[in-house]
T-cell receptor, first 113, second 115 residues
């Protein structure tokens, strides 16, 4: 029974397209995150939601828009995709704001051509 | 601000070799320290943690000791296996947690174990 699940696992698309990545957690956690991992494995936090409320919004182009319909779901919509958006995007959750550990999904590998 | 520095990879070892992956940190206050592991094609998962000075975290044969005097949290394993091949991340949780409630991550160290 997967704790944090993301779909799709792979996403290949062309520049200029709009795409979404979905994330769901069944751990009953209050806080969810989106991270971006580049080709050198460097991890960068993008967004964090606590109980559907945005609490972290790092310097990310406004083409990226998160949405949390309920505390178990956090989706990421990306408009006008660019080559530099190619990366692996990870969803994660934690019991509450500021708590550890983080539980990660298996990632979505986005390739923009 | 707080930061984490890890040794650059990849680190390549033969099976049964001794492993050390260095991690040093800069922080005010009394952070908690973590090692996460990312196996190929998977997300990160917590490997071990330590919440105060001189604590030793351990799991799956890996150990790390929180050394405040040297601001270090080096990961060690006495005898590595091919299945330990992964990327290892050192991370810090500031105390008090900063206003953005973020973990501070190292850059990751890729470990390759050859049979």
């Amino acid at each position: 029974d997967t704790a944090v699940s993301q779909t799709p696992k792979y996403l290949v698309t062309q520049m200029g397209n709009d795409k979404s990545i979905k994330c769901e957690q069944n751990l009953g956690h209050d806080t969810m995150y989106w991270y971006k991992q580049d080709s050198k494995k460097f991890l960068k936090i993008m967004f964090s939601y606590n109980n559907k409320e945005l609490i972290i919004n790092e310097t990310v182009p406004n083409r990226f828009s998160p949405k949390s319909p309920d505390k178990a779901h956090l989706n990421l919509h990306i408009n006008s995709l660019e080559l530099g958006d190619s990366a692996v995007y990870f969803c994660a959750s934690s019991l509450r704001q500021g708590s550890t550990p983080l539980h990660f999904g298996n990632g979505t590998r986005l390739t923009v051509t | 601000g707080d930061s984490v520095t890890q040794m650059e990879g990849p680190v390549t070892l033969s099976e049964e070799a001794f492993l050390t992956i260095n991690c040093t940190y800069t922080a005010t206050g009394y952070p908690s320290l973590f090692w996460y592991v990312q196996y190929p094609g998977e997300g990160l998962q917590l490997l071990l943690k330590a919440t105060k000075a001189d604590d030793k975290g351990s799991n799956k044969g890996f150990e790390a000791t929180y050394r405040k005097e040297t601001t270090s949290f080096h990961l060690e394993k006495g005898s590595v296996q091919v299945s330990d091949s992964a990327v290892y991340f050192c991370a810090l949780s500031p105390t008090p947690m900063d206003s953005n409630y973020q973990l501070i991550w190292g850059a990751g160290t890729k470990l390759i174990i050859k049979p």
